[in-house]
């Protein structure tokens, strides 16, 4: 049987984006293997099903780890026991490592894709990224058979700069049989059986509580807004390195009635449905998986202006777009979602439109494709 690996930097990337693909290459005839470190027990219940073999791996997101060392030796090994055809690498510190690893091996016939979930070079990076991250990227492309990438913009560069074949798919795919719009009954019913009135006025920002996804921000242009809208309610889903200071700002600013932090969630899409607006705030992203689940559900969005939000949200038709250090402007958003709330559906309705590329389905789609070509 042909054998496949997935690489990542922890387990939970490939359990939250990558299952369809697991399943769609068994079917296809591969058994699967999955290297990555076990982080799920910080993921409140998140299973890796699927793979026929997972090797934990001590990948670390810092580049400068010495876990990276023994990451680089047991994939250097597991290699080496295995005949793989294929190796499938993600996340940036997965990639770089699988590469390295990779490069003696493919002279053997194992081919080497990566999926590059963004770029951390970009229009708008820092010059750092692009001194440090572009030439390696660059590099590593030359022993890269097949770069996929998720978005325009890291399309349009990789196949203008670097020597491999490129191609675009629309990101990892959304499950359009868990995010999918409830009707008001059931919304109403969810509503009261976690907690919120029927009045509440709900904003939903979910993603890991680190600086790049910036949800301080959320929080003190909610600040602003609480004597005009009195019944909002912030809720911030994930966990991460900043919980305990957005919890310390949140009590700083005197807001605890008006946000919650809700953990990491497996049962998202109940919050994605309650909500009445989604709203990130994040300086970089790739293409952004909650706008997209949001979007599935008829939901406007008020986005920070980045590669990944910028591709994914028309302005003034799914939502609006705002500088990500614009508290002022976020604040500006809400209350004109708020001051027109009649107007939310036409708003979802759009969103619901414009996002059907960017379902599982279509994914896997463009996925078959790369792989059969």
Known sequence: MKKILITATVQSHIAQFHIPLITMLKESGYEVHVAARNNLVEKNGLKLEGPDKIYDIPFDRSPYSKKNVEAYKQLKKILMENRYEIVHCNTPVGGVITRL????????????????????????????????????????ARYTDKLITITKEDYELASSKFKTNVYRIHGVGVSIKKYYPYDKDKIDYLKRQLGFSQDDF???????????????????????????????????????????????????????????????RIDLEKYVNISDVIISASFREGLGLNIIEGMLCRKP????????????????????????????????????????KGQLKNW?????????????DKVLEELKIIYDD
């Not at 028309?314 to 958003?333: L, M, Q, R, W």
């Not at 979802?348 to 599982?360: E, H, I, L, P, Q």
């Open 348 to 360: 979802g309705d759009n969103s619901f439109k414009s996002v059907w590329r960017y379902t599982a």
């Open 202 to 264: 709900i904003l939903l920002c979910t993603g890991e509580l680190n600086k790049n996804k910036n949800q301080s921000t959320v929080i003190i242009a909610v600040s602003e807004i609480v004597k005009d809208i009195p019944n909002v309610k912030l809720l911030l889903a994930g966990n991460g390195p900043m919980e305990e200071k957005l919890k310390n700002l949140v009590c700083k600013l005197k807001i605890e009635q008006h946000v919650k932090l809700l953990g990491y």
């Open 301 to 340: 969005v008020i986005a920070s202006s980045n590669r990944g939000h910028r591709e994914l949200v028309k302005e003034n038709a799914t939502g609006y777009i705002v500088s990500p250090d614009n508290i002022k402007g976020f604040s500006h958003c809400i209350l004109k979602f708020y001051t027109t």
């Open 101 to 140: 690893v990779a490069k003696r091996f493919r002279k053997y016939g194992m081919k080497v894709y990566y999926t590059a979930h963004g770029f951390h070079f970009y229009k708008g990076a820092p010059i750092q990224n692009w001194i440090l991250y572009y030439p390696i990227e660059k590099w590593l």
